[in-house]
């Protein structure tokens, strides 16, 4: 995962001029005894984004293997925030790719959800999940939301990077919105999504399980949203 990051960290910089966020010692390193965890989080910020995060873990037992980032957008912006988290065990890789879509309206959808399509038709067909009920206004139908043997990760992980090369070129060409009403509607929408990842993501549970809940609270509260 680590050549993972790597890469999706210059495919940023190629487009964006990454400004460190300094986040507290005690959420942006976690290291338990014997290896057993280890936990690094990042946060930047860039024009026109409000937060980019990416977090590393490495679970000794039972082995898991964690990446995960996002890019939200500044609220004067109604282009959907990008993610993407892969948890790999020893014989398969969860995996979560996906342009966050704010609305379902079709000129909405034309705009930003539809130039995944080109992408999606690229790679084979990863089998889909059941979707949690609160995350299923936000998967778009071209996303990734499986868990397939392990052998898929590297697909995967080509997937996932040629997803945030379109989601940058995109992202490059959306424009600041100058309707109040609208970039109110949108600051809104962008919230709820922030309110229930925040409350409703099972993985802040899990983490929690492992480092505690306040941590993992804050962890998500801090740096995820």
Not at 105 to 129: C, G, N, W
Not at 132 to 152: C, D, F, G, I
Request: glycine share 2%.
């Amino acid at each position: 995962m680590d050549e993972l990051a790597a890469r999706a960290k210059e495919l940023l910089e190629e487009k964006l001029d990454l400004e460190p966020v300094p986040l507290p010692p005690e959420i942006s390193h976690i290291a338990l005894p014997l290896r057993l965890l280890e936990l690094h989080c990042y946060n930047w910020r860039a024009e026109k984004v409000r937060k980019i995060y990416f977090m590393r873990m490495k679970v000794t037992v039972p082995s898991l293997d964690i990446f995960g980032m996002a890019l939200y957008p500044e609220s004067n912006l109604d282009i959907p925030s990008f993610v993407f988290d892969f948890s790999s065990t020893k014989k398969k890789v969860f995996s979560y790719i996906n342009f966050v879509s704010l609305f379902n309206e079709p000129s909405y959808l034309e705009k930003y959800i539809e130039p995944m399509k080109k992408v999606h038709d690229t790679y084979a067909e990863f089998p889909r999940q059941t979707i949690r009920e609160w995350m299923q206004p936000y998967v778009a139908p071209y996303a990734v939301y499986s868990l397939p043997p392990k052998t898929a990760l590297p697909e995967l992980k080509r997937c996932a990077l040629d997803y945030l090369q379109l989601y940058l070129e995109l992202f490059a060409r959306t424009e600041e919105i100058t309707d109040p009403v609208y970039a109110d509607r949108v600051g809104k929408a962008q919230k709820l999504y922030l309110n229930n990842l925040a409350t409703y993501d099972n993985s802040r549970k899990m983490l929690g399980r492992i480092i505690g809940k306040e941590r993992a609270n804050r962890i998500f509260q801090e740096v995820v949203t």
